[in-house]
């Protein structure tokens, strides 16, 4: 290798060391020494002292380059990183593959087929060609930054070996640990006198959240791409299989178990072969993913309670051992449910040592005749959930008891009720029950209902703790210096989370109600509740009659509502947050408005100029219309503003009406003055 000077030599060692990482860490056929490795880094470096100005954040010197940190920011996704609806059977998949025919009216679909990993989704954002930020899935709609961590592996590209990189390609895949790698890890563990690692995944996982990024270097973690979120600047392929080979050429790792079949065969031949093949793999799968291979059929086939249409993740069957329930216990949940959870003797399931598993409720304690002292079978569900299978009746102890739900809640001590046709017990206590208090309040303020942005977890944790909140109408009485003095706090924080929670006093009917937290009542509950009664006064007076005229609104979940509405507590927070100033535009009911776009599908893309995207759905729903997330034949119309996106050109391929803003104003019969 010759160059004219030390920036033309750096640049030639960095592109000579990329390579060898992708062929050592990617491909798994080195072609060089790791004395000729070892040469290029040191010269590296040194170049890099010498001249501190060609050190750059993507050099192969800097992959452990940062000091430890005290704690992780959060990253919101700006594509949401959504989960998959699992499967455990063969009629699951043929399910799946006849609802995806049905929906495209096809006779036959193509599928990407690729292993399922056990291990952690992580997003790598590349900002011109350079790994700028990573993050961990999260809840899906935020993660962690993990950048520093995420560069200490040696699999993942620090920039992409393009002479003209996009703006921005967002790569998203798993972190894991190979088990070769985890044996020997564990072998190290054990030479210290230092405890071992359950599985790959518990150890992939410590090591990504290290604060220090040089102890993640430590640990051989591996990494594999499956999927691109935001692009801006680089096509995406037609399909998934196309985009896993693009991902190849740009040098991430791709599993080269995978395939693309045909139909509901092809699936269920994919899964057989993985399941033979599983014991040799290199590492720890624990299932299969099916996938609609083109991306326009994706589109077409959309999303359902937040996780694709277009996808299946077939879980392997779960692993059993045997083991002794040691007692009975009973958790409090949000809602108020009482569940019974066993605690068992501990044993190794599935790759996890198991000490509890979940008893459901009472019924399916009768129904399996567990006593406590019991032998039992136990299962981790889809490789995830502890459960017990069965009792083995041969090896009861006569000393064995039976359980009884208790009468009075654990927590709080109010009564337990359990309604007729329903199999969870539940407190009474409503919002003033301590166990439920904090998630009653987190579910308050999530994004999705009061919009309370910076009110998390643990800061919910201290106010109720100190005993600053106890329902949610005591948010609204918090003042900057009570906030300031928490740990970990401070001025900006304080004074930035009382104007969300000031903010959030302009909401709407529908949000309102679902940040209540009634049971059974979710967003679309929520939004058809408001749509009908038009204000909240309506709603609190409507018998279970009247509420079962709207539409989903059936028995269990007007019964949920009028329990919800009948306890005076409720009624008293109610109250308690109109008089915090919480407010909304009121609307007639249902019966009173003119419904112009009764049975239509709309679809909203891009930026409106006025209307904001919640408000435009209003506006629609209130007319009688339905609000998709994804273009179809069967789409009436779609909406377009500024930045519109793929659903504009899906809506132009299959001929659906294209509306603006006031195009859209005018099918509703409505001006700007009423917005």
């Keep these: 290798m010759k160059s004219q000077g030390p920036v033309a030599r750096a640049r030639e060692l960095r592109e000579a060391l990329d390579l060898f990482n992708y062929q050592y860490y990617v491909l798994d056929a080195p072609t060089v020494p790791d004395a000729q490795y070892d040469r290029f880094f040191r010269e590296l470096q040194a170049l890099e002292e010498a001249h501190p100005e060609l050190r750059t954040p993507d050099s192969p010197t800097q992959r452990v380059g940062s000091a430890p940190r005290e704690g992780f920011r959060e990253i919101r996704h700006k594509v949401p990183m959504l989960s998959l609806n699992n499967g455990f059977s063969e009629e699951d998949v043929l399910h799946f593959d006849r609802r995806v025919r049905e929906i495209l009216q096809r006779e036959q679909v193509a599928y990407a087929c690729e292993p399922k990993f056990d291990g952690l989704a992580v997003s790598l954002l590349y900002r011109d060609g350079r790994l700028d930020e990573g993050s961990t899935r999260g809840d899906g709609e935020t993660g962690e930054d993990v950048t520093a ?33 985890f044996e020997a890890l564990n072998r190290a563990q054990a030479a210290r006198g230092e405890k071992l690692f359950v599985n790959p995944r518990n150890a992939a996982a410590g090591a990504l959240r290290q604060l220090d990024p040089a102890l993640t270097a430590q640990r051989p973690l591996s990494f594999f791409a499956y999927g691109v979120g ?46 033979e093949i599983r014991p040799a ?19 077409e086939l959309g999303f359902v309670s937040r996780a694709p249409r277009f996808a299946l993740a077939h879980k392997f069957p779960a692993e059993e051992a045997l083991s002794e329930i040691l007692d009975i216990d009973v958790q409090v949940g949000r809602t108020g449910a009482l569940t019974p959870v066993a605690r068992l003797r501990p044993v190794f399931v599935g790759g996890v040592t198991v000490t509890n598993a979940t008893l459901h409720n009472e019924d399916e304690i009768r129904r399996k005749d567990i006593h406590i002292g019991d032998q039992v079978w136990v299962r981790r569900a889809g490789d995830v959930i502890p459960e017990v299978v069965s009792v083995v009746l041969a090896e009861r102890p006569p000393q064995a008891r039976a359980f009884v739900m208790p009468s009075r809640c654990p927590i709080c001590g109010s009564r337990v009720v359990r309604s007729e046709g329903e199999a969870a017990s539940r407190c009474s206590g409503g919002l003033y029950c301590p166990a439920q208090r904090k998630q009653a309040l987190l579910h308050f303020a999530q994004r999705r209902a009061m919009d309370i942005d910076g009110l998390g977890d643990k800061l919910v944790d201290q106010l109720v703790d100190s005993g600053l909140v106890r329902t949610p109408p005591d948010l609204y009485g918090l003042g900057l210096a009570t906030l300031a003095d928490l740990p970990r706090m401070g001025d900006k924080s304080a004074r930035n989370l009382l104007e969300a929670i000031d903010r ?172």
Excluded at 261 to 269: C, D, I, K, M
Excluded at 584 to 604: H, N, S
Excluded at 625 to 632: F, I, M, R, W
């Design 504 to 675: 959030s006093r302009e909401t709407t009917l529908s949000r309102f109600i679902f940040a209540l937290g009634i049971r059974n009542v979710g967003e679309t509950t929520a939004r058809d509740l408001a749509r009908h009664f038009g204000d909240l006064p309506a709603l609190l007076a409507a018998d279970g009659e009247s509420l079962q005229q709207v539409p989903e609104v059936g028995p269990v979940v007007a019964r949920s509502i009028l329990d919800f509405l009948g306890e005076e507590h409720n009624r008293e927070v109610i109250d308690r947050l109109l008089d915090c100033g919480i407010r909304w535009v009121a609307a007639p009911a249902l019966a009173q408005r003119p419904q112009p776009l009764a049975g239509m599908t709309l679809v909203l893309t891009g930026v409106l100029p006025h209307l904001s995207r919640d408000e435009a759905r209003a506006r629609i729903e209130g007319a009688g219309g339905k609000v998709t997330g994804s273009v179809s034949k069967r789409t009436h119309y779609v909406v377009a503003g500024a930045d519109p996106g793929s659903k504009l050109e899906r809506a132009q391929e299959l001929g659906v009406p294209v509306l603006d803003e006031s195009q859209l104003l005018s099918l509703l019969n409505q001006d700007l003055s009423k917005s």
């Design 149 to 181: 961590n995420l560069r200490t592996i040696r699999a993942i590209p620090l920039r992409l070996p393009l002479d003209s990189p996009p703006p921005l390609l967002e790569v998203r895949g798993e972190v894991l640990m190979e088990k070769r790698d």
């Design 230 to 275: 935001e692009a801006v600047g680089w096509p995406i392929p037609d399909s998934q299989g196309e985009l896993m080979e693009r991902l190849a050429q740009l040098r991430f790792p791709v599993p080269s178990e995978r395939a693309v079949v045909q139909g509901a065969e092809g699936l269920l031949r994919f899964f057989s072969k993985m399941s």
């Design 281 to 299: 793999l290199r590492y720890d799968i624990d299932g299969v993913v099916y996938k609609v291979n083109a991306f326009s059929q994706q589109q």
